[in-house]
């Protein structure tokens, strides 16, 4: 229980005032980004390919959910699922814009318009865009009640899980400008029990869902193979060796070719070999061979 002294708070004597007002930058690594109010910044037109799907992202694990599904769209055969990734810098603000805001009025990636319909479907929140390419293509959706319920329960439940794991545990282990133990240890708590709902229903099946690869299987791999491999250097931290069942799924969705284009699509971080910063063509994933960079002068796009 709080001792209720104020010296014992952290920073030492602060209380919540009456009423709170934004007087200063907060969010340690994001404060540039993080805001208390919505609505564009400056304004700003979105470009716009050829391509009916128009995806305006960055591959953070939220962003990684859609090019994956678009890429196995691909893979299926659907020359319709064809898209153009605009890169949205975030740490820039471009999700302030005017064009990013009228998609999507939360400024946040990834933001999607369908110009197949006139006017264009405005499309935002990653696990509504996965369900919108699900029903349009008619795949990775199962039509069967039962298991149509156990996909859309699990997209869900990762809709839940994953401000816990990032804007939760991400944050106050590894961005917070200061180490906060009553916040790391609430939220390495929370982390570790989605880890075990998710390790505990995946020893039960092949894929979150059931036997197919599915919806929930593309919205969950971003941001829970994540957190077994290299988010957040934490894995020692949070004994993620205690969930074998998440390691193998992670590493056999790992291994589909579609999942890795999409991983690379919009990245603007690691390995400048694995970044294709903007993707309007699948040969856009060729671009990064060493003898076109050399070419290039040793320029990687």
Not at 249 to 259: G, Q
Request: charged letters at 20%.
């Amino acid at each position: 229980m709080a001792s209720g002294d104020p010296a014992d708070n952290l920073p030492a004597g602060y209380v919540p005032p009456a009423v709170w007002t934004w007087d200063k930058p907060s969010g340690g690594t994001f404060a540039s980004i993080n805001r208390p109010i919505s609505g564009a910044t400056h304004e700003k037109a979105l470009p716009v390919g050829r391509h009916p799907l128009q995806l305006y992202s960055l591959g953070t694990p939220n962003g990684v959910k859609v090019t994956v599904m678009l890429e196995e769209l691909l893979a299926k055969g659907h020359h319709a699922a064809e898209y153009d990734a605009w890169l949205i810098n975030i740490g820039q603000g471009d999700q302030f814009g005017s064009g990013f805001v009228a998609i999507n009025p939360n400024s946040k990636i990834p933001a999607m318009a369908d110009h197949s319909l006139d006017p264009p479907v405005a499309l935002f929140e990653s696990c509504s865009i996965l369900f919108y390419l699900a029903e349009k293509f008619g795949e990775f959706l199962p039509t069967e009640t039962r298991a149509r319920a156990a996909t859309i329960n699990w997209l869900m439940w990762q809709a839940g899980s994953a401000p816990y794991l990032g804007g939760g545990f991400g944050h106050f282990y590894a961005y917070a400008p200061i180490k906060i133990e009553y916040a790391i240890n609430r939220f390495a708590m929370e982390a570790k029990r989605l880890l075990h709902v998710l390790d505990t229903q995946l020893s039960r099946s092949e894929f979150i869902a059931g036997d197919d690869y599915t919806i929930a299987d593309i919205g969950n791999f971003s941001w829970y193979a994540n957190m077994v491999n290299d988010a957040y250097a934490a894995q020692e931290f949070l004994s993620v060796h205690e969930y074998p069942h998440v390691r193998r799924w992670a590493d056999a969705i790992a291994a589909r070719p579609a999942v890795q284009r999409g991983r690379m699509v919009n990245r603007a971080m690691g390995d400048p070999a694995s970044q294709v910063r903007e993707r309007h063509d699948a040969r856009d994933f060729d671009v990064n061979t060493e003898d076109q960079v050399q070419a290039r002068g040793g320029v990687r796009l």
